[in-house]
């Protein structure tokens, strides 16, 4: 069974260009979520989507934005980089069923904004 | 806001002994409290898991230990490995939902 997959693995971006990042949850699953990782801040939630609709929004601005398809396959968008963007980025998929709910995490995508 | 507090930050343990981290919540509305495993390169993995109704859960050498008066958990570690060498966070969420409230993580060495 194939786990969380998470597209680039890494990159390399400079200031103010764009980057969108891809996540394609295990199968079955219908909620994404998205996590941001770094030394300082720990793991800081982004936001979550169920059925191409997100559920959550953490406390991001809106440079950030996200989006989920009907395949669940979702992506994640920052735009206008900043130095502070570098990061991890982490995808978690799960399968919704409310009570426990497990997240599985992707690899992550490493971002570095020079 | 850190809504959950967890430490020490980083924990020296031998092989065979012990190793405990500590977490404190503050939303009181945090209903699930899982703990997290992180190897490098890897994304966090669940390790164990418990619900405020219940003051500890055991998973092999894994024990969660919940105090839903004091709002703090813990993980113990029994007859840690060096295998076990990895960064831990407790976590905390709310119903079933993703938006998930991580701590700050501990790393974990465990020497021979």
């Known amino acids: 069974k194939a786990g969380v997959t998470q597209t680039p693995r890494y990159l390399i971006k400079t200031r103010g260009q764009q980057v969108t990042l891809s996540c394609s949850p295990i199968?079955?699953?219908?909620?994404v979520s998205w996590y941001q990782q770094t030394p300082g801040q720990g793991l800081q939630f982004l936001f979550e989507?169920?059925?191409?609709?997100?559920?959550n929004k953490g406390n991001f601005p809106g440079r950030f934005s996200g989006r989920q398809f009907s395949n669940s396959r979702s992506e994640m968008n920052v735009s206008t980089l900043e130095l502070g963007d570098s990061a991890l980025y982490l995808c978690?998929?799960?399968?919704?069923?409310?009570?426990?709910?497990?997240?599985?995490f992707g690899a992550g995508s490493r971002l570095t904004v020079l | 806001q850190q809504q959950v507090k967890q430490s020490p930050q980083s924990l020296i343990v031998q092989k065979g002994g012990i190793s405990i981290i500590n977490c404190a919540y503050e939303?009181?509305?945090?209903?699930?409290f899982p703990w997290y495993q992180q190897f490098p390169g890897k994304g966090p993995a669940l390790l164990i898991a418990?619900?405020?109704?219940?003051s500890e859960k055991k998973e092999g050498r894994f024990t969660i230990s919940f105090n839903k008066s004091a709002k703090q958990f813990s993980l113990h570690i029994m007859d840690s490995q060096p295998g076990d060498s990895a960064t831990y966070f407790c976590?905390?969420?709310?119903?079933?939902?993703?938006?998930?409230?991580f701590g700050t993580g501990t790393k974990l060495q465990v020497i021979p």
């Open positions: 199968s079955g699953h219908r909620s």
């Open positions: 989507y169920f059925s191409e609709t997100q559920r």
């Open positions: 418990i619900r405020p109704d219940v």
């Open positions: 976590a905390a969420s709310i119903g079933g939902y993703q938006k998930v409230t």
């Open positions: 978690a998929s799960s399968r919704d069923l409310g009570g426990a709910n497990v997240l599985t």
């Open positions: 939303n009181t509305a945090f209903d699930y």
